[in-house]
């Protein structure tokens, strides 16, 4: 076991590949009195062609499939795995994104017996033709739900407009079209694929020794048998750097209008270094101007563009990346316009010494906050572990980003044929 001591943000960190190929990593922190877990597999729903494990042809699975499976891995033979952690006082729950699976408890007892009973259901799956044909009824009615909500489709309609082949712009969940088509086993194939160990991360942070539990860890692994396994074989669509649609404009029955802007971030693939200070100057940059007290946003504000409901988010990921910047506005053409003034002004950007710092110090500030959720470290850790970065020493490249890094970001970051708008108007 592997110790990692992270004296400015005072964390101990102990990781460990164990010989079936899953990386484990353990945060003991004693003055918690809560425990939580987090085991992850590197696929999301992105992920659609590949070759399958001990296979040689290359195959695509229909969209949905890594959502799909999320449902049904609480579903056993006999139980409803949700039952087994409230009985043990945990609560658990699960997600898919576009690049990761991830299953979770949190709990402040019977830690162990959590931290196995999270291991051995998400280790042991049970398909069957009949539990899947009923599950596509409810991911229907799912996916209809969210079909009807104006926020997903501004969202949704806005990543469309961005990609062109990725499948960034397919829903995560699919289409009702899509999941009609799955069998069980397409189910089997991408578990068997993708939820290798190799494939897996194990996170557990909060109140419990870290001796003790890798030795738990160990002693459940060692008596389940995987087969051998190479490097997952993905295939991604080769995607323009240019957006795909300059507008979308989506009907809806809605009482305000919505304006979303996408930018374009990334098409190729980044990993490491150029991956997080790309990663960190988009969201400092974004943040500066348009979180409450930034220029464009009070601009936006005075002139009665936006409301409470205005929001910005940035995601990077291996193969692509977006930053969507709207919300609700009363006249989203003019919103548009303006939003894409500012944008393409910042070409020509200066920041000041002051400017450079404020950005820092603010980004640090956020960080070492959001440290103090189990819940953040833990999925964060992951997230930047599979591009090959240590979420503890991020302090230290923020320190160092210069003026002229944040320059020479904005004078490349806004390409018109890279900006994209989502209009959501009413019927």
Not at 95 to 120: C, G, H, M, R, W
Not at 187 to 198: A, M, V
Not at 255 to 278: H, M, N, Q, W, Y
């Amino acid at each position: 076991m592997n110790k990692f001591s992270y004296d400015t943000i005072e964390e101990v960190l102990y990781k460990e590949q164990l010989t079936n190929g899953l990386t484990v990593y353990l945060l003991p922190k004693p003055e918690m009195a809560k425990t939580y877990g987090i085991f992850a597999t590197n696929y999301g729903s992105i992920d659609q062609t590949f070759v399958p494990i001990n296979g040689t042809e290359q195959v695509t699975v229909p969209e949905g499939v890594a959502h799909f499976l999320e449902h049904k891995m609480f579903e056993k033979e006999d139980r409803d795995v949700f039952a087994d952690f409230g009985k043990q006082g945990a609560s658990a729950n699960a997600y898919t994104s576009f690049t990761k699976t991830a299953y979770l408890f949190a709990a402040t007892d019977q830690i162990d017996e959590n931290v196995e009973t999270l291991l051995d259901f998400v280790q042991d799956p049970y398909f069957s033709e009949k539990s899947v044909e009923k599950e596509k009824g409810i991911i229907a009615q799912e996916i209809e739900m969210y079909n009807d909500q104006p926020d997903w489709q501004s969202f949704m309609g806005t990543l469309r407009s961005l990609f062109y082949h990725h499948p960034v712009k397919v829903d995560i969940a699919g289409t009702v079209d899509s999941i009609r088509t799955i069998t069980k086993d397409d189910l089997y194939t991408c578990y068997h694929t993708f939820y290798h160990p190799s494939n897996m991360t194990l996170f557990i942070a909060g109140n419990f020794d870290s001796e003790h539990m890798m030795n738990l860890i160990k002693t459940n692994q060692q008596d389940k048998h995987f087969a051998e396994m190479e490097e997952v074989k993905r295939e991604f669509p080769e995607e323009p750097s240019t957006v795909a649609q300059k507008e979308n404009k989506i009907a809806m029955p809605v009482s305000v209008p919505k304006c979303t802007i996408g930018i374009k971030e990334s098409a190729t693939a980044l990993r490491g270094d150029a991956f997080l200070k790309k990663d960190l100057l988009q969201n400092m940059v974004l943040d500066f101007y348009f979180s409450k007290g930034g220029p464009f946003y009070r601009q936006l504000y005075e002139e009665q563009l936006i409301d409470e409901s205005f929001h910005f988010e940035t995601n990077l990921e291996k193969n692509f990346g977006y930053s969507l910047i709207g919300g609700n506005t009363t006249n989203p053409d003019l919103f548009a316009d303006k939003l894409w003034e500012m944008l393409t002004s910042t070409n020509q950007a200066t920041f000041t010494a002051e400017e450079v710092e404020r950005m820092k110090k603010k980004k640090i500030g956020q960080l070492l906050r959001a440290m103090n959720s189990l819940e953040f470290i833990a999925n964060k850790y992951i997230h930047y572990d599979t591009v090959g970065i240590d979420l503890f020493t991020i302090i230290p490249t923020i320190q160092s980003l210069t003026i002229e890094d944040f320059h020479s970001f904005v004078r490349d970051w806004i390409q018109e044929d890279r900006l994209a708008v989502c209009k959501i108007v009413n019927e």
